[in-house]
């Protein structure tokens, strides 16, 4: 028996709904996609032309309540995220929300509470967590292939958050928006490390607004920037690894991702084109032993569990996998909302430390 999925937010070309969701939930026979909504009828008309779904509606709550709707797919920015979600719990449906879940912990905390008093489940688009190559890192360290992990050192290239900005991320630069470098690119990535690696236990950080305006593409106007584009994050991990983690706004012309984990036997990197682990392929080398130098470490197939789908989906479906299995066996592989809180309260004591200036202990 398939699942019956609605997806609000889909707009007709190239939306994150159409080039990760869409092609995701297609590679996977546990699923079928029956619904969409925008806010328009012509848009949500021309989205289900466009992708061959059946229903189309102007309205979120048309969508949510439709019988043949099972989950509800959540799409849109992120201070919509409350309303939408919040109607889909209440309607009995389970959830699938992009990440970050809410603008703010207190709204997380929220969802959360109803998706379990609702005796749904409430699933967050934390796909960096179903990578192939974040998984057999977790295995590798796991396996003992570093020893004792001693460090880690992640530096990382937002792509956005620099000196342009296109139409479609504009909203990203208005710290009041909930997309920040802090919680899109950091957030998504230091979910899959720690899962590697062991939470945060203690913390200091610090978020600085380098850039406080951005060039629109293509109109050239330039605009206000007030989210950081800069943020540094050093602290311990469970086992008492040290994390140093810096991302900066924009493009660098050096090193836009690479993570490193040392340990008192041997070493891990990885290296990608971007800063956000979701997204971009992880390249691993390592070392260990009387090695000298680092030597490629290539994904095992068997961490690809949904073969045929490339990048940007790739990962989404992964996740999308992980969810069909909770939904049919009661387990917990995909990220659910009670993953998203614990995301969200980390995001939140690096904005306290980063405006005390004082270190903040879990």
């Known amino acids: 028996m398939t699942t019956g999925v609605g997806i609000i937010g889909v707009a007709p070309g190239r939306s994150w709904a159409a080039i990760a969701h869409i092609p995701a939930l297609r590679a996977l026979p546990a699923y079928d996609i029956v619904a969409l909504s925008t806010t328009r009828q012509e848009s949500a008309t021309a989205a289900a032309a466009e992708f061959g779904v059946p229903a189309a509606y102007d309205n979120h709550q048309a969508l949510v309540n439709d019988p043949a709707v099972d989950l509800v797919v959540v799409t849109v920015k992120v201070p919509h995220h409350l309303e939408l979600v919040t109607a889909a719990l209440n309607a009995g449906k389970h959830v699938y929300c992009e990440w970050p879940l809410g603008n703010n912990l207190a709204q997380a905390e929220q969802m959360a509470a109803l998706a379990k008093d609702k005796g749904v489940i409430g699933a967050v688009g934390m796909q960096a967590g179903a990578a192939p190559a974040f998984n057999y890192v977790r295995d590798l360290i796991a396996d003992g292939y570093v020893g004792e992990v001693l460090s880690t050192t992640l530096v990382g290239s937002g792509m956005n958050w620099g000196a342009v900005i296109d139409q479609p991320n504009a909203y990203t630069a208005d710290n009041a928006n909930g997309a920040t470098l802090l919680t899109i690119p950091f957030g998504h990535t230091i979910d899959a490390v720690v899962a ?8 200091n950080a610090l978020l600085a607004n380098r850039r406080t305006s951005f060039t629109l593409i293509p109109d050239g106007i330039e605009k206000p920037m007030t989210a950081h584009d800069q ?24 090193t836009n991702f690479r993570w490193e984990i040392n340990g008192t036997q041997g070493d891990i990197v990885a290296t990608a084109d971007g800063g956000h682990g979701q997204i971009y392929p992880l390249t691993l080398t390592g070392a260990r032993g009387e090695e000298q130098a680092l030597a490629p470490l290539p994904v095992p197939d068997s961490y690809h569990w949904v073969p045929d789908v490339s990048p940007p989906a790739e990962n989404v479906a992964q996740a999308y996998a992980w969810l069909a299995d909770d939904l049919r066996d ?14 969200h309260r980390l995001i939140d004591a690096i904005e306290r430390s980063a405006a005390t200036g004082q270190r903040v202990t879990f």
Do not use: P
């Open 231 to 254: 943020l540094a994050v050093t602290g311990l991990l469970e086992g008492g690894a040290v994390a140093t983690v810096h991302y900066r706004g924009g493009v660098s012309r050096g």
């Open 330 to 343: 009661g387990t917990h592989k995909c990220r659910n909302f009670d993953d998203a809180v614990r995301r």
């Open 196 to 203: 590697c690696l062991g939470e945060f236990t203690s913390l």
